[in-house]
């Protein structure tokens, strides 16, 4: 039979060890949440592994026996060491098996006033959501323009809360776990789309027994029943551990960030994860390994103003490079040819006019281009956002084959992507005029119109009728030395005999050119 108390509070599950001033910290940032007194507190007290931990145990179950505020205090004493997994993992399933959800906070955890009452308007919401696993009131130091709660699919062991029929699918089994991950060819997307590695590196330590933690096999048994992760916008907890004092922790301040002094409204929202979140976090984990070429470059500047001028080609390769670093998680373009289109709209700067792109897919293409070649230009995005349209036969075997074949590597479901992406990355980019056009280019080309004449024009079109379309279309507006770029030339028959056409019947002396990474490129006469 499950406890719930009058208020059907969760319980606080609160870890220490051998830290006195850390767990006080936590302990008196709790009690200024209003719900605490009205909340049961079970504080975990493991045993010392060693001599050298015995005085700070010691210490920390003398301050316990002196707390006070809570609706209940149970200090629990292992009499043997249970080490970290042993501590927190028994301790939850003990706490949520009797009350069916459980709010867990470590010694190091220094909690926002509005802390618990964001935890339990969650726990009440999402109480009969199977789908919703975990509640997190940690968010890392990124920025956007979402909603006050959002679900991110990563778990936080900073501060979070659960339901016992979600705990029932923790796995221990840090091997099965990577296993089976890997059979469902997920473990690029358990590492957040390839931008941390670490995650899938710490369930192959922890399999090998080179590491012991839990939350990592958390987060994989989450991930395998497809569940969901609320986080807060508003981080309400700050991590004071990254000071070499825990058990797995480093010094460091990259996570650190004060808790917010503000409330988080819990509100019903949409049961998916947010695109525009996961995408920010992509680019979190991305932009916190530094490139080793930056650094060079960056001691190179040391030397003086006659190296820098010496080492400028470098510096444009080095932030080409960190472009595509940057909005990989926005473009399927292979890294080399990324970078080729940047390297070949990069010679042509000169050229005056706005950037436009035809089949822009999450816009990380054209997002690069903007953040490359400045903010003084207009930037035109056309997509359909729906897919591809259906290849014809003029476009060839090879097209129609791969409209067939939906479990492709390279399908991206028909190329179909969301318009939120695309504005996520042009926000990045730091443009400030941005013109998105939704539709298919037989509909909204025609009616294009700029005060600027077009100085680069990208063409991923990919079949015949939607490149002529393209061509039709925007070939006049380019300026006399603009750039064409035809992404699909060497790709799909259909879009080459596309350009061949155009080009014989209306602009014979403009040429297709190769360029020394196979990128089709015309410089309009």
Not at 35 to 64: C, I, T
Not at 181 to 197: H, K, Q, T, V
Not at 510 to 515: N, W
Request: aromatic share 12%; hydrophobic share 40%.
């Amino acid at each position: 039979m499950l406890l719930r108390n009058q208020n059907n509070l969760a319980p606080i599950a609160l870890f220490v060890y051998n830290r006195p001033d850390h767990t006080r910290r936590t302990v008196e940032a709790l009690l200024k949440n209003d719900l605490s007194a009205q909340s049961v507190l079970y504080a975990f007290s493991d045993a010392p592994a060693n001599d050298s931990a015995r005085a700070g145990v010691a210490a920390v179950r003398d301050y316990l026996k002196t707390v006070s505020g809570f609706a209940q205090v149970h200090v629990i004493e292992r009499e043997k060491n249970l080490g970290l997994i042993g501590a927190i993992t028994g301790g939850v399933t003990e706490v949520v098996n009797r009350h069916g959800r459980v709010i867990v906070v470590e010694d190091d955890i220094v909690t926002s006033p509005h802390f618990l009452r964001y935890m339990n308007d969650a726990l009440d919401l999402y109480e009969n959501e199977p789908r919703v696993m975990h509640v997190s009131a940690f968010m890392f130091p990124v920025k956007g323009d979402w909603d006050e709660t959002f679900f991110y699919n990563t778990t936080s062991c900073w501060g979070w809360a659960t339901w016992q029929r979600a705990w029932d699918n923790y796995n221990p089994d840090a091997a099965a776990l990577l296993a089976e991950i890997e059979s469902r060819g997920a473990l690029n997307r358990f590492d957040i789309d390839g931008a941390c590695r670490s995650f899938s590196d710490q369930l192959r330590q922890n399999a090998a027994g080179s590491m012991k933690t839990w939350a990592i096999k958390w987060y994989a048994s989450v991930f395998l029943q497809g569940g969901l992760s609320l986080h807060p916008k508003y981080s309400l907890v700050r991590n004071i551990g990254f000071d070499g004092s825990g058990v797995n922790s480093t010094v460091t301040n990259h996570y650190d960030q004060e808790s917010s002094s503000r409330p988080v409204a819990v509100e019903s929202i949409e049961l998916k994860e947010d695109p525009l979140v996961r995408a920010a976090m992509w680019a979190f984990y991305r932009q916190s390994r530094p490139s080793q070429l930056r650094l060079l470059f960056n001691n190179f500047k040391q030397i003086g103003a006659r190296a820098v001028s010496f080492l400028e080609p470098w510096s444009i390769s080095i932030r080409i490079a960190s472009l595509y670093r940057k909005y990989s998680y926005f473009t399927m373009i292979p890294a080399a040819i990324f970078r080729e289109n940047l390297s070949l709209a990069w010679r042509q700067r000169r050229i005056a006019g706005a950037v436009v792109e035809c089949g822009v897919w999450r816009g990380g293409m054209i997002a690069a281009l903007a953040e490359l070649l400045g903010e003084k230009r207009a930037y035109y995005l056309f997509d359909s956002f729906e897919g591809l349209p259906p290849a014809q036969e003029e476009d060839g075997k090879a097209a129609l084959d791969y409209q067939q074949d939906k479990l492709a590597s390279n399908y991206f479901d028909n190329c179909r992507a969301d318009i939120s992406f695309a504005e996520k990355a042009m926000s990045l980019s730091g443009a400030k005029e941005v013109k998105i056009v939704k539709g298919w280019f037989s509909e909204t080309l025609p009616a294009f119109r700029s005060d600027q004449a077009i100085a680069i024009l990208r063409l991923d079109g990919d079949w015949y009728a939607s490149t002529m379309d393209c061509l039709n279309g925007l070939y006049h507006h380019v300026a006399p030395g603009g750039l064409i770029i035809i992404d699909d030339y060497y790709t799909w028959g259909g879009c080459r005999r596309a350009v061949d056409e155009f080009l014989a019947s209306k602009n014979p002396r403009d040429e297709v050119k190769r360029s020394r990474r196979g990128v089709a490129y015309i410089v309009k006469n």
